[in-house]
């Protein structure tokens, strides 16, 4: 099923929750919505399932109007943060609960785990009691499935796992998809665009790839958690940082730049920027540091593990240009 969303406004009193939202979601395509606690993305998912009424702009689904059609009447699927299952029924009470013809071994067996009908919901962990949630909203065979953190409550390892198994499962059964999260990484894992909310407002459209190499928007950088974020003059294809300068393609002018912490370059040889180790943090493969120049922010560097220098060293430090990206200037947070 397609998707569109169009001028969609919310207001909670003079509280603007959605402002002039324009979203295109093509059949098949997995997209994750992602942004702070309070940018919007759980209004939006209301708002595209009937649960909550737009102040202004249009729902079209398949190309039908649906703005005024009720939820049960769209063929979308829900699945909440909390994944609401009822703790008196069985799982295979629960699935049946979102459709009473539900194939309940095969949905089981979509979510891996084939054997767990008639167990008390009680007695799963909640990575089972997840998959069944997912089970109960797949029942109906919504032709958009939407999500609201999924994985919300699980520990960091077993989030890892089943963003994969999601994905896998998605892919299979060629359903849309509307995932909100608002942990970067599992967005990225789990779709083919991501959709980044600030403030009510798309702060940014794109495929994981095209948002992670260059954001729209000093926000979304520092969302996705780029630290290395500074005001920079650029001068004939130089900019010149805090933290020294480096060549840019970019139009002379005050920009934001962001350094990519893998682009900060350290070295034991003597040049003209020179720094103090303050922190040095082991991370398996590799150690991330951070310098302090001068006054300057402190400067985020991934080093690889063989040759990262300790707690207090004195290093010198260089820009890669490959890893610096010049933000636009007239960012709208
Ligand atoms: N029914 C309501 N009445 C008043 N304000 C509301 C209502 N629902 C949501 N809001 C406000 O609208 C804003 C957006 O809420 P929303 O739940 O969409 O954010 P979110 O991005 O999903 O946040 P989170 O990640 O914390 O779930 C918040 O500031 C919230 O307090």
Do not use: Y
Not at 61 to 87: E, Y
Request: aromatic residues 4%.
């Amino acid at each position: 099923m397609s998707l569109s969303v169009s001028g969609v406004s919310v207001r909670f009193g003079a509280f603007p929750a959605l402002v002039d939202v324009e979203l295109e979601v093509a059949e098949h395509e997995v997209v994750a919505v992602l942004g702070p606690s309070g940018s919007g993305k759980s209004t939006l998912l209301r708002v595209i399932a009937g649960l909550q009424e737009p102040s202004a702009g249009r729902v079209v689904l398949d190309g039908v109007d649906v703005t005024r059609v009720p939820p049960h009447r769209r063929g979308v699927g829900l699945m909440f943060q909390d994944h609401a299952l009822f703790t008196h029924k069985d799982v295979a009470g629960n699935i049946r609960f979102g459709n009473t013809r539900a194939d309940v071994a095969s949905l089981l067996s979509l979510v891996g785990l084939p054997d767990v009908g008639p167990r008390a919901v009680v007695t799963l962990s909640g990575g089972e009691q997840q998959r069944v949630a997912l089970a109960r909203a797949l029942a109906p065979s919504p032709k958009l499935l939407m999500l609201d953190e999924p994985l919300g409550q699980l520990d960091r390892e077993l989030r890892e796992r089943l963003v994969v198994e999601l994905r896998r499962l998605f892919v299979r059964l060629g359903t849309t998809v509307l995932a909100v999260t608002h942990d970067q990484r599992e967005a990225f894992a789990l779709a083919d665009r991501v959709v980044v909310m600030a403030g009510g407002r798309i702060a940014q459209v794109g495929t994981p790839r095209e948002v992670w190499e260059q954001p729209a928007s000093e926000f979304v950088a520092r969302f996705l958690g780029f630290t290395n974020v500074a005001p920079a003059v650029v001068r004939d294809g130089v900019a010149d940082t805090p933290w020294g300068t480096v060549a840019v393609a970019a139009a002379d002018g005050s920009h934001p730049v962001l350094v990519r912490p893998a682009g900060v370059l350290l070295s034991t040889e003597a040049d003209d920027v020179t720094g103090v180790v303050e922190v040095a943090t082991f991370a398996g493969e590799r150690v991330d540091v951070l310098v302090k120049i001068g006054d300057a922010p402190s400067l985020e560097a991934h080093c690889p593990a063989a040759t990262a220098p300790a707690v207090g060293e004195t290093v010198s430090v260089r820009l890669d240009p490959a890893q610096t990206v010049v933000l636009p200037r007239n960012s709208s947070e």
